[in-house]
Every structure is written in C-alpha cells, then in structure tokens.
C-alpha cells in the first residue's frame, strides 16, 4: 500500500468507529430515558452524571463507561449501569 492509499484507509476505519461511538450515545441515553432514570447531561450529551441516593455515577453512553465517583472503580456497560441504578446488582 502506498501512503495514500493508508491514509484514505486510516481515514475510513476512523469515520467508522465515530459512527459507532454516536450511534451508542444515541442509543444508550435513550436507553436511560426509557428506564426512567434521570441524568444531567454535560458536554453536549457525551457525559452523563447520574445520581442513586447519595452516589454520584459519570457515564460516558458512547462509549459505555461509568464510574461512582467516590470510589473511581471504572466499569462498562449500559445495562449493567441501569440495574445498579434499579438496585438489582451482584457488584
């Protein structure tokens, strides 16, 4: 491959991973809305703050990572982020 031809690719492979990135944002704070859980956004939607008594959760939808901020343990995923706010975890 030539330097075009890998910059053109590297181009296209980055174009595909923003789709998704916004495809999941979209998808996932509809997600929240749905479940009838409440949230600030910030950042024109790209961070979430949520709050479940007196924890404080940052979400990231597109890319599906949350955090309770006292204890900064990282976790991911969507549906495990609205069963701990429905207090219906193992974690």
């Known amino acids: 491959m030539s330097d075009p031809e890998i910059w053109e690719t590297y181009a296209a ?3 595909v991973k923003q789709a998704k ?17 409440p949230f600030e956004s910030h950042n024109n939607g790209i961070h979430l703050v949520l709050k ?7 979400y990231w ?5 949350w955090w309770i901020r006292a204890t900064r343990n990282k976790r991911r ?7 701990y706010m429905k207090g219906k975890t193992n974690e």
């Open 77 to 83: 995923g969507m549906d495990k982020l609205i069963r």
């Open 61 to 65: 939808p597109s890319t599906g990572l």
């Open 21 to 37: 990135k916004r495809s999941n944002l979209a998808y996932s704070t509809g997600q929240l809305v749905r479940a009838g859980i």
């Open 52 to 58: 479940n008594g007196n924890e404080v959760i940052d």
């Open 13 to 15: 492979l980055r174009e």
